[in-house]
């Protein structure tokens, strides 16, 4: 069975950079591009940018340009999203989401990993 | 970027209500549109995709319609287990947005 496992919380100070990978498996690791989705505390769904596992090219948000990087590893079918310079307005869980391969749609999500950032 | 606007955002209803969320898009995404359920502590989970498909494995009370630029999301007797937050998303162009949520409470 499909299954995203991401790794466990953090607590960062701001400034600082964090790092939430997201173990894939059930599925050929290279068909699925894999998104990466954030929800501040009583708040919506943002979606922060995707992954192409096969190549590695991604696509980010103008809003987060030049502060988050997707990358893969095809050898043990993890994604990792880095966030840099985090503010306190960056403490949400955030989620990895696969896309459905021909349709666009997110069908299997990650459990979320909270990420917290205080001084 | 495509706004995406759901109303209401909170609906009180009782079981076995019949229900209905809607959601407008600033611009036509086709059928390029999914609805989601997200409970508390939860990740959102699938209901249908494509503006009508429902998900395997989610119950026919569910169903969605629409084109274009408005669609809606339909329970059609609300059961004591869809009290939940449900949000609408946008993948006809990139950034993929979501809508704000609708809270479905007793």
């Known amino acids: 069975q499909v299954q995203l496992v991401q790794s466990g919380a953090e607590v960062k100070k701001p400034g600082a950079s964090v790092e939430v990978s997201c173990k894939a498996s059930?599925?050929?690791?290279?068909?699925?591009?894999l998104h990466w989705v954030r929800q501040a505390p009583g708040q919506g769904l943002e979606w922060m940018g995707m992954?192409?596992?096969?190549?590695?090219?991604?696509r980010y948000p103008q809003k987060f340009q030049g502060r988050v990087i997707m990358t893969r590893d095809t050898s043990t079918s993890t994604v990792y999203m880095e966030l840099s310079s985090l503010r306190s307005g960056d403490t949400a869980i955030y989620f990895c989401?696969?896309?459905?391969?021909?349709?666009?749609?997110?069908?299997?999500w990650g459990q979320g990993t909270l990420v917290t950032v205080s001084s | 970027d495509i706004q995406m606007t759901q109303s209401p955002s909170t609906l009180s209803a009782s079981v076995g209500d019949r229900v209905t969320i809607t959601c407008r898009a600033s611009?036509?995404?086709?059928?390029?549109l999914a609805w989601y359920q997200q409970k508390p502590g939860k990740a959102p989970n699938l209901l249908i995709y494509k503006a009508s498909s429902l998900e395997s494995g989610v119950p026919s009370r569910f169903s969605g319609s629409g084109a274009g630029t408005e669609f809606t999301l339909t329970i059609s007797s609300l059961q004591p287990n869809d009290f939940a937050t449900y949000y609408c998303?946008?993948?006809?162009?990139?950034?993929?947005?979501f809508g704000q949520g609708t809270k479905v409470e007793i």
């Open positions: 998303q946008q993948y006809y162009s990139y950034p993929w947005t």
């Open positions: 059930g599925y050929t690791f290279t068909n699925n591009y």
């Open positions: 992954i192409n596992p096969s190549g590695g090219s991604t």
């Open positions: 989401a696969r896309q459905q391969q021909w349709l666009g749609h997110f069908d299997y």
């Open positions: 611009q036509s995404i086709t059928s390029w």
